[in-house]
């Protein structure tokens, strides 16, 4: 297996699975929250906040990262009152590799959670209220065992659209070995390295399996817990 990838690509594949599962994970219940509000909720300024969700799909991703730095960034408003309060440092670091991915596979997360919660009946949910449910005990009962199915199938989506995340990646944190290197950027890299296609080739068809396992992985788990 060692002789398949180098250290440096291997490196590189551990990075994005690593940021991979933290903006899968940091982005959930974000996400569970806006999916909910979006189909069931009923106020001014519901499709700004539509918008606001879906435009890392609509803005190229370079835009999306160049934002990110301006906000996140040591200078941006955002990212110094995070280091300053909590020693937390996104720019050109992996956590800023992170909240890109996070960011960019945001819109896919609240898209697959909204379709199931859309296809929940709200009579269910009205039917718990009559009972005396409050709204926390009718989402743990009724609509999230429901929903189940559909945030799993978001997450791992979610999560495949992370470990290809590049445009805005490269914008906000660059293109650091050891650091911020995923494994887009890897390739990327190699691309331009003569005699190194076959090295970004393999580093390629790595990205696929894990792509497909997650994938695979999606499937069995949402049948599991229809069942």
């Given at each position: 297996m060692t002789d398949f990838l180098g250290p440096a690509e291997w490196q590189a594949v551990r990075l994005s699975v690593i940021v991979s599962l933290w903006a899968t994970l940091c982005s959930l219940p974000l996400a569970?929250?806006?999916a909910l509000t979006l189909s069931r909720g009923r106020f001014w300024g519901r499709q700004a906040l539509n918008i606001l969700v879906h435009l890392p799909l609509i803005l190229p991703p370079v835009v999306t990262g160049y934002f990110l730095l301006l906000a996140f960034g040591r200078r941006g408003p955002v990212g110094a009152a995070l280091e300053q309060a909590l020693g937390l440092v996104f720019a050109f670091r992996w956590?800023?590799?992170?909240?890109?991915?996070?960011?960019?596979?945001?819109?896919?997360?609240?898209?697959?959670?909204?379709l199931g919660v859309d296809a929940v009946d709200p009579k269910l949910e009205q039917a718990a209220a009559t009972l005396g449910a409050g709204r926390l005990r009718v989402f743990g009962t009724v609509t999230l065992p429901l929903i189940w199915p559909?945030?799993?199938?978001?997450?791992?989506?979610?999560?495949?659209?992370?470990?290809?995340?590049?445009?805005?990646?490269?914008?906000?944190?660059?293109?650091?070995?050891?650091q911020t290197q995923t494994i887009p950027l890897a390739i990327n890299s190699l691309l331009d390295v003569p005699g190194a296609q076959p090295l970004a080739l393999r580093l390629a068809?790595?990205?696929?399996?894990?792509a497909a396992g997650a994938l695979i992985l999606s499937e069995w788990l949402a049948r599991r817990v229809r069942r």
């Open positions: 569970v929250v806006c956590t800023g590799a992170a909240l890109a991915a996070g960011v960019m596979a945001f819109p896919l997360l609240v898209r697959a959670i909204r559909a945030i799993i199938g978001g997450a791992i989506i979610g999560f495949a659209k992370a470990m290809g995340e590049f445009g805005a990646t490269i914008t906000f944190v660059s293109n650091i070995p050891g068809l790595v990205s696929v399996g894990i």
